[in-house]
């Protein structure tokens, strides 16, 4: 099987729907010729034409809208926001419009988009180019959020977001594109090269939105976590010795319950761990959904480890990003109360 | 792409509906082919310097024309010549040589791993620092990221700039911001949003702050061709021509947003001038390479606004000479030397040979401010980088808590304490 970084993956997903569906477009801000700024469509305007893949004027609104009128006429859209940071002027095409566009016309019209965006910090970005703006979505009802943790998923997620009837905000942390990184900001980049998620099928496979993925298995304690945070958890739990279980939960609407209360009820403890700022962050939403499914079975407060409550500050990037050790010590947290 | 057979039932009075097409515009040249920017048509018609209270709908060709004032000569003529002194002149060639200068250095400070990141003016220089020259150094700036020479002809602190691009220790913005992000709102100069084109109609609201207090202080802001198409632009001009606000607004038109030629944002179509006259503004387009254009139309502008007359859009006609930013690499998408092919030539070097045409300048002269405006970003340059450069000497990260809010709050009182140190 091919190794391939997560650009190379999320390219291949869209090139293998360009090729399987007529109705599949790919356009966004620096999307056609050059392949975007992060090269995930590369080489795509050349092989499917200026009219499927093509650049779009400096609008996210304009993206989105536009992208809602071509799903009603019954094309799938797959749009690409540049950074996350830059989704909010297509925050009312996307609220208002593309997830209730269903429900509003009594199921007349729907808007089956695919929204792209690189979200999550790591690379001295600063506050415009590190945000983590999944809650604000996941808050909508009507749209689907999607975060993929490696290049298999990211893959196999896409297809299923793309083929999706409804809208699916997809995002994309950056600072895996190239490797899996746990948060040692100091130690060597790891590729994606050798590791087992970075092995892609290069042809069709989906992976259904709404499934998580047990990525570590353990009874000591529950970590739920998505994007970055993935191998952030995992290598705390490895440093720290805990027989955690940790949860990759790749699509946070729809949620796979069903997974994280049986690991709950196994556990009996639980840690949820995001990079998003923490008030109203999916956190709250994660710690609520399981005290209300497992209290009977918690031994322990459900901890959550965030980023702090601030923008995110470029010079303190590593202060503000919840790192290992930041996440050992919830682990710790959990374990002995 | 073709339209289904939806409403495509049969003939019309004018024949069989055809399958529908959309356009999806392509610069002339792309890597592998040389250059070539022949297409581009330089307006030939001069046109005069209207009076400032001429009726917009009397200004419609200024949008579709190009001010021009330095000719292929060097000497500068029309009634656009504005009264500039050699002194002057003088000035506005330092400053612009001087943001060249300091560009260069930390183009070199971003490659050697002291900033992460920076974003280079190369080309437009004149734009910012005639436009800086023409206001009164109190009107307040609503700049991109690419208007550093504002400051600099502004006199503002070199060594204040490259803190903020080094996120040290000395940084007012401690060391939140992306570099080159700067603020400094005793130079006139609002806070950069990376967020391309809030600061349009935020510069409108500025100005109408001013207008109700009675102030004498204009608003200027500049957004670049790419920018022209989000919302916010809109948002400005629809507010600078419903309530005749006093203000200045610029479009930097450098051919290029990232690796989007200017079609991509309408540009094909019609000019960004243009954008103007629908929403019933004066729309002028100006040689923005062109360090007496660029100045005469804004005091123009400047004039008009003053008088009561509300709001015009500028649009600078000038070229993207250098990357996009440290992180971009243009070979990918536009041929190489296509800088050099600019039929309007290089700001500096026109103001140039214009100062040698009039007898106040000399190669000689020149060579010696390079020399020494070297020096000064270089002296500059050390005393920053002894505040420390990226990820030496930052601020102290308690910091990271401040300004979040006027008054911290419990729950980031709570959250710096957890922060430790
Ligand atoms: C809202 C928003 N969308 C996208 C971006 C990413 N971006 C940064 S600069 C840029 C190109 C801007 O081009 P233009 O307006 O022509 O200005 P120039 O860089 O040429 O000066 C883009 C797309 C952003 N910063 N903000
Ligand atoms: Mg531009």
Redesign the interface.
Known sequence: MPSMTMIQALNSAMDVMLERDPNVLVFGEDVGYFGGVFRCTAGLQKKYGINRVFDTPIAEGGIVGAAVGMGAYGLRPVVEIQFADYIYPAMDQLTSEAARLRYRSGGEFSAPITVRSPCGGGIYGGQTHSQSPEALFAHVCGLKTVMPSNPYDAKGLLIAAIEDDDPVVFFEPKRLYNGPFDGHHDRPVKPWAGHPLGEVPEGYYRIPLGQAAILRPGSAVTVLCYGTMVHVALAAVEESGVDAEVIDLRTLVPLDLETIENSVRKTGRCVVVHEATRTGGFGAELSAQVQEACFDYLEAPIERLTGWDTPYPLAHEWHYFPGPARVGAALKRALEY | ?TSSAAGGRGATAEGELRPLR?H?P?PKC?PGSSPDLSSIELPTQVLPRPAIDTPRERLHEYAYGLIRVLGDDHRASGDWAPSLDADQLRQGLRSMLLTRLFDQRMLRAQRTGKT??YMQCTGEEAIAVAQAMALEPNDMCFPSYRQQGLLVARGWSLVDMMCQVY??SA?RM?????PV?YSAKEAGFFSI?????TQAIQAVGWAMASAYKGDTRLAATWVGD??T????FHYALTFAAVYRVPVLLNVVNNQW????FQG???GEATTFAARAIGYGLPGLRVDGNDFLAVYAATRWAIARARAGHGATVLELYTYRAAAHSS??DPS??RPDGEAACWPLGDPVERLKQHLIALGEWSEERHAALTEELTEEVKVAGKEAESHGT??RQ??D?RT??DD?FKDLPA??LR?RDQ?GN
């Open positions: 792409m959309f999806v392509e792309r992460s990141f996120n040290n940084d401690k060391g939140r911001q992306l992000m949003s990376g967020n391309l084109g790419g920018t198409a989000e919302a916010d947003a990232i690796s989007s991509i944002a309408g992180s971009d990918g998408y990226l990820g930052t601020p990260p990271m808590f979040v729950h980031l959250q922060l």
